[in-house]
């Protein structure tokens, strides 16, 4: 059974710094990539930063130039900086794992609240 852990979150002043950690229980280099979402109160969930196992990273446009995905593949850890946070990156942020067969299979973390005070 896959098992994504996330840890780092908690309370920031703007213009801070956060590293979020997501381990998984598993090998990640079994997934097709790796990736971070949120999810503000009384919005739907969104992509932040996703990274392949080739290395190819995305981001929201909101979050670039601000945060930095990364992976080490030996700890099975995928990381998330986070710089110059904004109030309005509060949100419970997600990990996620994707392996794509004949469709897209998700595996999610329970997630880890980020707030950002202005």
């Known amino acids: 059974q896959v098992q994504l852990v996330e840890s780092g979150g908690g309370l920031v002043q703007a213009g801070g710094s956060l590293t979020l950690s997501c381990a998984a229980s598993?090998?990640?280099?079994?997934?097709?990539?790796m990736g971070w979402y949120r999810q503000a109160p009384g919005e739907m969930r969104e992509l932040v930063a996703t990274i392949r196992n080739g290395g190819r990273t995305n981001y929201a446009d909101s979050v670039k130039g601000r945060f930095t995905i990364s992976r080490d593949n030996a700890k099975n850890t995928v990381y998330l900086q986070m710089n110059s946070l904004k109030p309005e990156d509060t949100a419970v942020y997600y990990c996620?794992?994707?392996?794509?067969?004949?469709?897209?299979?998700?595996?999610w973390g329970k997630g880890t609240l980020i707030t950002v005070s202005s």
């Open positions: 996620n794992a994707q392996l794509i067969l004949v469709r897209p299979m998700d595996y």
């Open positions: 598993i090998n990640i280099l079994g997934f097709n990539s």
